[in-house]
């Protein structure tokens, strides 16, 4: 078994850039709209609960939904000016997009879910959606547990990875008891995620126990993935 500590690695990854422009949209949205809770409503619809990161990943779920904006009951002047806002958006996103890391390496993930679950005192369980290059498309955290479980369906896992259109992704979950180690149902969950994402042509590339500044890859300490 192999564990890890985030505390006493150095890298040099941008994980401030890393944020969220859903709040852009939501606010140009209010604009178009006239009303707040209307554009939030509607952000709501769009995003679903996902943190989404990657110009590319809200651009696409902009698109499907603007191409029946009835849907979303815009007019054909709001749905206009919203492309228009789009359009000029992708040109201030083109330059962040070349900044945002690619997860390569098991260090990058594990610090990404260290700062982002790893400090919990309860149960957390993350996925983080990538594209083909490995660079970050979106997060969520699919569900809260109590103080010593959590319980996820690998449907739920796949349902997100699909509606982002991600290429590949990887999972983790804390242990607030600050034990590292994965216990039985964390290597059958595994499992299962491995055999469902096989069969949806989908890589899932590490599974990661974190707490707060500690971390193990499954991918590295069993042979599930050999």
């Known amino acids: 078994m192999i564990a890890h500590d985030c505390n006493a690695l150095q890298i040099n990854t941008p994980y401030a850039e890393i944020t969220s422009d ?25 995003f679903g609960n996902a943190q ?12 499907l939904h603007l191409e029946q904006p009835d849907r979303l009951g815009l007019t054909s002047s709001q749905t206009k000016a919203l492309k228009n806002a789009i359009a000029f958006g992708h040109q201030l996103y083109a330059q962040a997009q070349s900044t945002l890391p690619a997860f390569t390496e098991p260090p990058i993930a594990a610090q990404f ?15 983080l959606v990538l594209d083909i290059k490995n660079q970050i498309l979106g997060t969520q955290v699919l569900t809260k547990g109590g103080l010593t479980c959590v319980e996820i369906s ?16 990887i999972v983790g979950h804390n242990h607030p008891s600050g034990a590292i180690g ?5 290597l059958e969950l595994t499992r299962n995620i491995l055999q469902g994402a096989k069969v949806l042509d989908l890589d899932c590339l590490d599974h990661f ?18």
Do not use: M
């Open 22 to 46: 859903i709040g852009a949209i939501e606010v140009t949205l209010s604009q178009i709209l006239k009303s707040k809770p209307t554009a939030k409503r509607l952000c709501q619809k769009i």
């Open 52 to 63: 989404l990161h990657s110009p590319h990943a809200i651009s696409r779920l902009l698109r």
């Open 113 to 127: 879910l260290c700062n982002t679950i790893g400090w919990s005192n309860v149960e957390q369980f993350a996925i």
């Open 154 to 169: 690998p449907r739920e896992i796949f349902e997100i990875v699909l509606r982002l259109n991600g290429y590949s992704f």
């Open 182 to 186: 994965p216990s039985s149902e964390d």
């Open 209 to 226: 126990i974190v707490s707060g500044g500690a971390w193990r890859s499954l991918r590295e300490s069993t042979g599930l993935w050999f």
